[in-house]
């Protein structure tokens, strides 16, 4: 037999259950690490966002999702008009904006 089937054969040892205080302690560790390696810093990046197109104003230099980047012409409620080219218009949701760029031509 090899080491590793002997391994999973072993029975639980009996006594005090200390293994299930350790199954906790894994558990929690890995939420920390998730919560302070994933889920901090993209809300934290989400909000940085949502400051920015809270923000912008005419003349900005924008990136939508779909990577259109255009500068900023007229600002309504929820959407963007965008110059994207000389004379080439369209507009966009501003929840599509993913970066904003102020003052930038």
Not at 28 to 42: E, M, N, T
Not at 50 to 58: A, G, I, N, T
Not at 89 to 98: C, E, H
């Amino acid at each position: 037999m090899t080491f590793l089937t002997t391994f999973f054969l072993m029975a639980p040892p009996d006594g005090d259950g200390g293994g299930a205080m350790i199954n906790l302690l894994f558990l929690a560790a890995i939420f920390f690490v998730f919560y302070f390696f994933i889920i901090r810093p993209q809300t934290k990046r989400q909000k940085e966002i949502q400051l920015k197109v809270s923000e912008m104003k005419k003349g900005d230099k924008v990136v939508t999702g779909g990577g259109m980047i255009g500068v900023v012409n007229t600002i309504d409620d929820d959407t963007v008009l965008l110059e994207i080219d000389s004379g080439v218009k369209a507009r966009f949701q501003k929840s599509s904006i993913t970066d904003v760029n102020p003052n930038k031509k």
